[in-house]
């Protein structure tokens, strides 16, 4: 994620009305924007399978699973992101085709360029979500899943490696952690023989 430099600082409404008019996308940070940068092929593919997944699971429920260009708002933090995955359940979440605002889980594949802000500020401002139950983070190096779990106001992590099944409590999804790293073009280190 790059800052925009010269741009002022917008509220929310104001970045939602400017960020429809922009070639590229921006995330919403207390006031600031932050041009997002491009994925690879990689990222591109593990998003996909785990879009796949979820949406196979989920079909015929209330759930609803949206990929990279649905954003989501949490007030609480004055922020609005593009996560990778979201999940919602949320009745509230169908009158807004744009934003999302109680998703019950967030994925982000992890890049050298994003990994530090996914699983700090980015984890510190979703985690601030009453409804979000699972932050999960994507490994595109090697066949390793990171789930922060909510357990009674309290985050806990299961790290879920080669041979071992995802489980993503809040929506019942349970299977073996390769299907995420399936028919790749090009295999991630460790992801493939």
Excluded at 84 to 97: I, K, M, Q, W
Excluded at 115 to 131: P, W
Excluded at 140 to 147: A, C, H, S
Aim: glycine fraction near 6%; hydrophobic fraction near 40%.
């Amino acid at each position: 994620m790059v800052k925009t430099a010269s741009l002022p600082s917008f509220t929310f409404e104001h970045y939602l009305e400017w960020e429809n008019r922009q070639p590229l996308r921006h995330e919403f940070i207390r006031g600031e924007v932050f041009a997002m940068t491009g994925a690879s092929d990689l990222h591109n593919e593990l998003s996909g399978n785990l879009y796949t997944l979820l949406r196979q699971h989920l079909r015929g429920t209330e759930c609803r699973v949206f990929m990279a260009d649905v954003k989501l708002r949490v007030e609480a933090a004055d922020c609005g992101f593009y996560p990778d995955l979201l999940v919602t359940c949320a009745e509230s979440d169908r009158a807004d085709r744009h934003v999302k605002r109680s998703p019950v889980v967030v994925v982000e594949v992890l890049s050298a360029s994003t990994a530090a802000f996914d699983i700090g500020e980015k984890f510190a401002a979703c985690r601030q979500l009453v409804s979000l139950r699972e932050y999960v983070l994507v490994d595109q190096e090697r066949i390793r899943i990171q789930v922060y779990r909510r357990l009674n106001e309290q985050w806990f992590v299961d790290s879920v490696g080669p041979g071992e099944q995802l489980r993503l409590e809040s929506v019942g999804l349970k299977c073996p952690v390769e299907r995420v790293y399936e028919d790749l073009s090009r295999a991630a280190p460790g992801a493939r023989s």
